[in-house]
C-alpha cells in the first residue's frame, strides 16, 4: 500500500498492524450503518486505537474508505484476470462466460455491498473516488472485451469491440442500480436468480449471440 497523499504508508510492522485494524473497523461498522453517520471516533473506538494514531494514517475517514476500496479493487483485478482467461473457456459457448461473468459481478455486490454502496456515493462528489473507480471499470471492460475478441466468430455484430462495451457498460449500470436503489419498475426481477437471468439475456442480445447458452458454465 503506497503514499496517496492523504493515507501515509506504514513504516515499520507494529504501524502495519494499526493501519489494518483501522480498515478492518472501518469495514465492520460499514456493515452495520451507511459511511457517512460513521466517524473517526467510531473506527478508533472499534479499532482500540487513538484518534491520534488514526490521524497519523490518514487524513480523514475518507482516506480510510480510499485505502478500504483500492484493497478490494486490487482483488478485483486478480479475478477478472485470471476470469477472462481464454484458456478457462474451453470447450464452452461465449454465452457460458457472459452468464458466469453477470452472476459472479452481482455475487461481488451483495459479499461487499456497504463497501460498493459507500465508494459509489463518494465517486458522485469526489474526483478521487471517481477517478479510482473509471480506472477499475476500464481495466475490468478491456478484459472483457479482449476475451470476447478471441470469440468474434461467435458473435453476430458488425463491431465486436463496441458490443462488447456496450454489454459491459449495461451489466454495470444495471447493478450499480440494483445496488443503490433496489427494484424501481413493476417488472423487474423480484431475485437475483432472475436478475442474473435478465442482465445476462440483454448482454447476449448486445453481443448478438443465443440467449439460451448464457445460463450454462462448468467455470
Known amino acids: 500500500m503506497g503514499d ?5 504508508k506504514p513504516q515499520q510492522a507494529r504501524s502495519q498492524e494499526t493501519l489494518d485494524r483501522f480498515l478492518d473497523a472501518g469495514l465492520a461498522l460499514l456493515a452495520e450503518r451507511p459511511f457517512d453517520d460513521v466517524s473517526v471516533a467510531d473506527i478508533t473506538e472499534r479499532a482500540g486505537r487513538t484518534v491520534g494514531s488514526f490521524y497519523a494514517r490518514f487524513d480523514d475517514k475518507y482516506a480510510l474508505l480510499y485505502l478500504l476500496v483500492a484493497r478490494m479493487d486490487s482483488r478485483v483485478r486478480d479475478l477478472v484476470h485470471a476470469f477472462c482467461d481464454p484458456a478457462r473457456w474451453d470447450g ?20 461487499s455491498a456497504a463497501l460498493f454502496r459507500a465508494a459509489l456515493c463518494a465517486a458522485t462528489t469526489d474526483e478521487r473516488f471517481a477517478t479510482q473507480r473509471m480506472d477499475l471499470l476500464s481495466y475490468c471492460a478491456t478484459q472483457h472485451k479482449t476475451f470476447l475478441r478471441t470469440r468474434a466468430d461467435e458473435l453476430s455484430v ?3 469491440s463496441r458490443a462488447a462495451d456496450r454489454s459491459f457498460e449495461f451489466m454495470t449500470s444495471a447493478l450499480d442500480h440494483h445496488l443503490l436503489f433496489g427494484r424501481f ?11 442474473v437471468a435478465d442482465i445476462a439475456e440483454q448482454c447476449a442480445r448486445i453481443l448478438g449471440i443465443d440467449e439460451s447458452t448464457v445460463h450454462h458454465s462448468n467455470a
Do not use: I, M
Open 4 to 8: 496517496v497523499g492523504w493515507v501515509h
Open 92 to 111: 464452452q459457448p461465449v454465452g457460458a462466460f457472459v452468464g458466469e461473468s453477470v452472476r459472479l459481478n452481482l455475487q461481488a455486490y451483495r459479499s
Open 158 to 160: 458488425p463491431d465486436v
Open 185 to 195: 419498475t413493476e417488472t423487474s426481477p423480484e431475485g437475483d436468480l432472475d436478475l
